[in-house]
């Protein structure tokens, strides 16, 4: 493991084949520090740790208080339009005879998309058994797929479970414009005592947390596409990124201090290598960029005069093994409204 020697600019200890140092805010560990969520952090595992009420300490911070209420607003007026949601065909990007993919709108839960689905079949003598293959928080728009029979659903939860579905992610960040084009971030993640998923070290993956599951290991890798309007649209990858830094974050990592004068626009595409809940949102948060609208994890919920009811995150990209033809997939869809609109001429969904 490379230390890094502390300096105004230099904020993360980690290791890598490339050497770089990026930008993080000053606040994520003196709030995680100051949590009362997770006294402690010990050295020892299991059930001993756990009796001990000794457990790991999160480093990135509680929710803030405002999320409770936006919170409670959006699941309202999401259950609202969730109710009355009907599935178009403009929103099925692909389907066979085993599955059917949609690109679900932000503020909608996933639930409403297998429900208009199954309705759209009326009174039909022989229906599909939908079951959903993957899942997307509330407010993340993109790419859902839905199999036609619990052969193809079996199968394709499989492939998610075990991360063979390789996946991306664009948002729209608003913070300190990083100085790394592609960058990897390696860290714990887990809940602490209150149920809030949390940032933890790598030193701490393995150990046990207050409702006693333990911290694990989430990977994520990013690449910066536009800064404030300037930059250019690249299409995603296929494979996984190998040739990229990576930040491995630990429990002595420094951070240097932000004014907080500065506040870029920053559109970023995640690649995420493990499937962890919240896992691109609470990256960015670590990283100094959190999601614009995204109250929980940092973000703003008004900008430029604007307030914002969902998260600009959204699920571009999906390639899997197709779970009964055993042939490769690839879905890519329309970008939304708020990224083509920094991208120029692509595809777009408002």
């Not at 911070?61 to 403009?90: D, I, N, T």
């Not at 079951?131 to 199968?155: E, F, P, Q, Y």
């Not at 990083?178 to 940032?199: E, L, M, Q, T």
């Not at 959190?290 to 390639?319: C, M, N, Q």
Request: glycine share 8%.
């Amino acid at each position: 493991m490379t230390k890094i020697p502390f300096d105004t600019n230099r904020v993360l200890s980690f290791q890598s084949q490339t050497l770089r140092i990026i930008h993080s805010p000053p606040s994520l560990r003196s709030m995680a520090a100051l949590s009362p969520e997770d006294p402690g952090s010990g050295t020892s595992d299991g059930p001993a740790e756990a009796l001990s009420g000794n457990y790991p300490t999160p480093l990135s911070p509680p929710y803030p208080p405002l999320s409770k209420k936006v919170e409670l607003h959006r699941a309202m007026s999401a259950a609202a339009r969730s109710g009355q949601y009907v599935l178009s065909a403009a929103d099925i990007v692909f389907e066979d005879q085993y599955l059917v993919v949609a690109n679900k709108p932000s503020g909608v839960y996933c639930e409403a998309i297998l429900s208009s689905l199954s309705s759209s079949l009326g009174s039909a003598i022989v229906k599909p058994e939908f079951h959903l293959a993957n899942r997307l928080d509330r407010d993340t728009s993109g790419l859902m797929v839905i199999t036609k029979s619990h052969k193809a659903a079996g199968r394709l939860v499989k492939a998610f479970t075990d991360h063979k579905v390789k996946k991306t992610y664009v948002a729209l960040c608003i913070g300190y414009a990083p100085d790394w084009n592609k960058i990897r971030i390696i860290s714990g993640h887990g809940r602490s005592k209150f149920g809030a998923w949390r940032v933890y070290s790598t030193e701490e993956i393995g150990r046990t947390l207050p409702g006693g599951s333990m911290v694990k290991n989430m990977v994520t890798s990013f690449e910066v596409l536009f800064i404030n309007g300037k930059g250019k649209f690249r299409e995603p990858i296929d494979h996984e990124v190998n040739d990229v830094e990576s930040v491995v974050v630990q429990k002595e990592a420094e951070r240097s201090i932000d004014d907080g004068k500065k506040r870029d626009q920053i559109l970023i595409r995640a690649y995420p290598q493990s499937g962890r809940t919240h896992q691109i949102r609470l990256h960015c948060q670590y990283l100094g960029i959190p999601i614009r609208g995204d109250v929980k994890y940092g973000g703003f919920h008004e900008w430029k005069g604007i307030t914002y009811d969902t998260h600009a995150l959204h699920a571009e990209s999906l390639s899997f093994e197709h779970p009964i033809t055993g042939m490769p997939v690839r879905i890519q869809a329309p970008l939304p409204l708020w990224a083509s609109e920094i991208c120029g001429d692509m595809p777009q969904k408002s």
